[in-house]
């Protein structure tokens, strides 16, 4: 069901692949790189690159669990001790479709087209964790494509409960709309992105702004 399931980037999992692309140029006695496999699993080496980077304003917050699958799986069939469940007990979200962590079901919970924020499509249910049991969500609904992670058919939800952090996807309110923004803090001010990266339109953050909460986890529509 799930495409975009996510893991929170962790010293741990970049250690750990790290240790697995040494081991490989060691035993095989070459010069293998973030980018040799980003061409062996057939993956841009500069998404690599930010998964791996300890440059905290380069480095990519949440992992795809697709894309950690492809580099568990080229390395275990290259002979190597790795597997996904490896990577999914680092530090994580919700993975859906998972059983890593104790989840319950949330009832009731409001969804919104992302286009016309005013609308209310239905109420929905979704799986979370448990430790989020208390907590209230909405979710917003993407019927088109909007670049580069945001596919259409996709539904975020945002936890109304969790504050945002540096390079976090947060709700917010504004002139009675609810809009999802990029959340990134500089040394100055919290600038709130558009979802498109390719606009690159931004705004500083001030108080006509009312932050909701922040985007935990997405899914796709059967």
Not at 141 to 166: A, M, Q, R, T
Request: glycine share 4%; hydrophobic share 35%.
């Amino acid at each position: 069901m799930v495409a975009f399931d996510e893991v929170k980037n962790s010293a741990d999992i970049r250690n750990h692949i790290l240790d697995l692309i040494q081991k490989k140029s060691k035993r095989d006695n070459i010069e293998y790189t973030i980018r040799s496999l980003g061409r062996d699993i057939n993956k841009c080496h500069s998404i690599l690159y930010r998964y791996l980077t300890e440059d905290l304003s380069q480095q990519n917050k949440y992992l795809r669990v697709e894309i950690l699958k492809k580099i568990a799986d080229h390395f275990k069939s290259d002979g190597f001790d790795t597997s996904l469940e490896r990577f999914l007990n680092s530090d994580k979200i919700y993975i859906e479709g998972v059983n890593t962590v104790k989840t319950c079901i949330v009832n009731n919970i409001p969804m919104y087209n992302n286009k016309n924020t005013n609308e209310l499509i239905e109420t929905i249910q979704t799986e979370i964790n448990l430790k989020y049991i208390n907590h209230n969500f909405i979710a917003f609904k993407f019927d088109e494509y909007v670049p580069p992670i945001f596919h259409g058919g996709s539904i975020w939800f945002v936890d109304c409960d969790l504050e945002p952090v540096n390079n976090s996807i947060c709700a917010i309110e504004y002139q009675n709309k609810l809009i999802l923004r990029k959340y990134f803090i500089t040394k100055k001010d919290i600038l709130l992105f558009d979802l498109n990266e390719s606009s690159g339109v931004s705004e500083k953050y001030n108080v006509k702004y009312n932050i909701l909460g922040t985007a935990v986890k997405a899914t796709m529509l059967k």
